[in-house]
């Protein structure tokens, strides 16, 4: 038992050296995934969602109530102004403008026999005063005279009421048997057919929508929501552009045409809806799309630039960051990721004062603007916001280098100053078997927040 009691001891002295060695060579292994100092491109975006629509848009109804006799026109009908596309049935209409005829007729005449009726009593009336001069009437009789005289004035006047009375009736019922022939109101496509022959439509407090017609479908809008965190940097005539789902190869081209000063208020998010203007002349686009909008808030062509993982990494033990590790004028301590925030905070966009919004498809960028930026604005002007990097150091250490940022798309973060073209930088650290990504950052970066949403953006 004594010899037994030995042997285990020593398994698992050599067991326990062994997981040392193992965790010592683990260590050894580690490094640093790193990423060269480029020039390229990088534009700062605001994402939104929206709906594709037609320019005008035309809901054709009823103004009667009735049956639908016949149909002239059906979807994605090629229709013009003024074409007949629908008749409810007119035989009650006809009827009703037939009686009113009558009613016009029966007024008239008794225009005729008020007018007869009041020759005779002017007539008597004149009578009675020559006869009443005479001293040969009743004054009792010649005012009896006078008051017929002007009864039958009267009553030529209530006739003749009557008479315009009964024309406005005919011209009410020609006007409701004209109302049964529907026509387009516009030149368009018909997008919607809502009845169907032999179906009754009832037009009392509100006309019922036969069609709905779109009047150009080649030229095209798409009205998305812009938080309103963001809608201060939108501006009439920015260039924009938009992907949707039936042609996700595709990138569409638009440009703002309005932003409409109405706020939309849906779960207590405040959004403006804004309008962008589409050519469609491929008609590839189709009312109603979910499109996915991009707007080119600022860009910057050809500068010098570093993945946006380098801002959010930090060497273990790094003390407090110095003068120029983000802050922002003011003495504002930064809330970047490279520069002694919250690891991971804000999904790789320096400097962000909230959380990044994404500048691919689906998201905008909130940055930090700046009073003297004329760009639209980083936090010290044209210089750019102070932050800090890491390189790798003479002893393999990773070194702090101060710089200065300018604008962010969420992957790529202009450098203004403070690095070269070439150099290189530190995004994270490299476990084992852990393969760096095509960006440089690695694929289990412990910096990076697994719960930050990753947007997939295009490579520039």
Do not use: C
Not at 171 to 188: C, K, M, S, Y
Request: hydrophobic share 40%; aromatic share 4%.
């Amino acid at each position: 038992m004594k010899h037994r009691g030995l042997l285990l001891a020593g398994g698992a002295l050599l067991v326990a050296a062994g997981a040392w060695a193992a965790l010592r060579g683990d260590k050894a292994a580690t490094g640093w995934t790193t990423a060269v100092v480029q020039r390229g491109d990088v534009v700062e975006v605001v994402g939104a969602t929206g709906t594709l629509q037609a320019v005008t848009t035309v809901q054709v109804g009823s103004q009667v109530s009735g049956t639908i006799a016949r149909l002239h026109a059906d979807f994605n009908d090629t229709v013009r102004a003024g074409q007949l596309v629908a008749e409810l049935d007119p035989s009650l209409f006809e009827a009703r403008l037939r009686q009113a005829e009558a009613n016009l007729a029966s007024a008239t005449a008794n225009l005729e026999r008020s007018g007869a009726a009041l020759d005779d009593a002017r007539q008597k009336r004149e009578r009675a005063e020559e006869l009443w001069k005479a001293r040969l009437l009743p004054e009792t009789e010649l005012e009896t005279a006078r008051a017929n005289a002007r009864s039958a004035e009267a009553q030529v006047k209530s006739s003749d009421a009557a008479v315009s009375q009964a024309e406005a009736s005919v011209n009410q019922a020609q006007v409701d048997l004209g109302h049964t022939i529907i026509r387009a109101p516009i030149d368009g496509v018909v997008i919607g057919r809502n009845v169907d022959v032999g179906q009754t439509v009832a037009a009392s407090l509100q006309a019922p929508t036969l069609f709905v017609i779109a009047n150009d479908l080649r030229r095209m809008q798409v009205r998305a929501g812009i938080d309103e965190a963001d809608v201060g940097r939108v501006r009439e005539g920015m260039a924009a552009t938009f992907r949707v789902d039936a042609h996700p190869e595709e990138v569409f081209p638009a440009r703002v045409e309005q932003v409409r000063l109405q706020p939309q208020v849906v779960s207590n998010v405040v959004t403006y809806d804004t309008l962008l203007s589409v050519d469609n002349d491929a008609q590839k686009l189709k009312p109603g799309m979910t499109a996915t909008v991009s707007l080119e808030v600022r860009r910057a062509d050809g500068v010098l630039r570093v993945p946006a993982a380098a801002l959010r990494f930090r060497p273990e033990g790094a003390g407090p960051a110095g003068p120029g590790a983000g802050r922002r004028p003011g003495g504002e301590g930064a809330r970047m990721g490279g520069g002694g925030g919250r690891p991971g905070e804000g999904g790789g966009a320096p400097g962000t004062g909230r959380g990044d919004r994404t500048g691919g498809p689906g998201g905008g960028r909130r940055s930090e603007a700046g009073p003297g930026d004329p760009a639209g604005g980083e936090g010290q002007g044209r210089r750019g916001r102070p932050a800090t990097l890491y390189v790798p150091g003479p002893d393999g250490k990773p070194a702090p280098v101060d710089v200065r940022l300018g604008i962010s798309d969420g992957q790529w973060v202009e450098v203004r100053s403070g690095l070269e073209e070439g150099a290189t930088v530190i995004t994270g650290v490299a476990l084992p078997g852990a393969a760096p990504s095509a960006n440089g950052r690695p694929n289990a970066s412990p910096t990076s927040n697994p719960f930050q949403p990753q947007f997939q953006r295009r490579q520039r």
